[in-house]
């Protein structure tokens, strides 16, 4: 089971990026998908996640409007879409999977088993 997140970079405040968190190994339609920062100094804190029907999508509040979370499991890969960026935003994204069929995702770290490597994301004010 691999994960391999990209689509990171520098961008100036109020662009967008699109990351995306692509699997290996295994097909994705029967798991969850979080994406998750971790910012400088500061915890790993959850962003978005998606169950594995997509029926269910969970923005934390801060990027709520801003960021959707997407899948598309023919390409075994979900999208985490970043438009509005803030400075705030600035953090090593990663993308994290567990199996659950059905309409559940959850929003904590240790609900999820298989981690992707990360990607920078830099926004510049």
């Known amino acids: 089971v691999q994960l391999q997140a990209s689509g990171g970079g520098l961008v100036q405040a109020g662009g967008s990026l699109r990351l995306s968190c692509a699997a290996s190994?295994?097909?994705?339609?029967?798991?969850?998908i979080g994406w998750f920062r971790q910012a400088p100094g500061k915890e790993r804190e959850g962003v978005s996640c998606i169950s594995s029907s997509g029926k269910t999508r969970i923005h934390e509040d801060s990027v709520k409007g801003r960021f959707t979370i997407s899948r598309n499991n023919a390409k075994n890969t979900v999208y985490l879409q970043m438009n509005s960026l803030k400075p705030e935003d600035t953090a090593v994204y990663y993308c994290?999977?567990?199996?659950?069929?059905?309409?559940?995702?959850?929003?904590?770290?240790?609900?999820?088993?298989?981690w992707g490597q990360g990607t920078q994301v830099t926004v510049s004010s």
């Open positions: 190994g295994f097909t994705l339609d029967y798991y969850a």
């Open positions: 994290a999977t567990t199996y659950y069929h059905g309409s559940y995702c959850g929003a904590l770290a240790n609900e999820y088993d298989y």
